[in-house]
């Protein structure tokens, strides 16, 4: 049963950095898009930054210069580098894995899910 495991939130003054880990079992995460999705409270989940197996990088624009998404392939663990943070970064951040290998990030199903971590950023 494939699990991922969001871990590295906080509450961080305005301007400081996080960084998010998603560990994964029973998936290889190297072989899948990946990305980070981020629920502001209220609102609509949203995307934040997607990887491919290629290491092909997307980012929404309100995080573009600030946001890094990676992955360490030998852990098995994907990552969100957020600097420079600012109080609408504020949300709970979710990983996404998508159910189909070797598919583009564009086409792809984001089936699985984390449980989410806790962002809070303060000015």
């Known amino acids: 049963q494939v699990q991922l495991v969001e871990s590295g939130g906080g509450s961080v003054q305005a301007g400081e950095s996080l960084r998010l880990s998603c560990a994964a079992s029973?998936?290889?995460?190297?072989?899948?898009?990946m990305a980070w999705f981020r629920q502001h409270p209220g609102k609509e989940r949203e995307g934040v930054a997607t990887?491919?197996?290629?290491?092909?990088?997307t980012y929404a624009d309100s995080v573009k210069g600030r946001f890094t998404i990676s992955r360490d392939n030998a852990k098995n663990t994907l990552y969100l580098q957020m600097n420079s943070l600012k109080p609408e970064d504020t949300a709970m951040y979710y990983c996404?894995?998508?159910?189909?290998?070797?598919?583009?990030?564009?086409?792809?199903?984001?089936?699985?899910w984390g449980q989410g971590t806790q962002v809070t950023v303060s000015s």
């Open positions: 996404a894995a998508d159910r189909v290998v070797w598919r583009a990030c564009a086409q792809a199903d984001f089936g699985y």
């Open positions: 029973e998936y290889t995460i190297s072989n899948y898009c």
């Open positions: 990887i491919d197996r290629h290491g092909s990088t």
